[in-house]
């Protein structure tokens, strides 16, 4: 795992009390008088934020530890947008290329980067499934490097990184 130390940005935007009132009528059958917020609810939204920005963490440090795993099976990062729609690429032995694009979920690929693909040799993988959470670490497009990749491999690694919220309350 790199050295970087990466300070999480929460959003800026100030929640809106509409969604914290349903939020915490979601949360409790109990009724409330009070149009302010509770200082759990209020605690339960820092915490969307919070996981929010893991979200949005994520893609980047599977890119990374891809990276770190791949090297050695001739694959190479892209990173950066390097390759445009393209995180990760190998040359062949016929000296032929695997393009590949890389999603943390089944369900984390907007409409763009799929529209990129169209007409491409562009491959594209995802970590996990959405719908039920299976991971798709034997799915890799590379049957060489499947036994380098696995989910507690993953979680382990990133569970070492340097990571902080910035508070900018």
Known sequence: VDKD?????????????????????LKTTDKYDSLE????????????????????????????????KLEQHNWHWCC???????????????E??????VKNSS???????????????????FRRKASNGQVCWDKFPDNNAIEDLNEESFLQWISKLNISVKDTE
Do not use: C, P
């Open 5 to 25: 130390i990466f300070e999480a940005n929460l959003s800026q935007t100030v929640e809106d009390q509409a969604v914290g009132i349903l939020f915490r009528n």
């Open 37 to 68: 917020l509770d200082d759990v609810t209020k605690n339960s939204l820092k915490d969307h934020k919070i996981s929010m920005a893991a979200e949005n963490f994520l893609g980047e440090f599977l890119e990374r530890y891809l990276k770190e």
């Open 80 to 94: 950066n947008s390097l390759v445009n729609a393209v995180d990760f690429i190998k040359e062949n032995d016929d």
């Open 96 to 101: 032929s290329f695997v393009l590949l694009q």
């Open 107 to 125: 369900n984390t690929e907007n409409s763009s980067s799929s529209k990129v693909r169209l007409n491409t040799t562009i491959k594209k993988w």
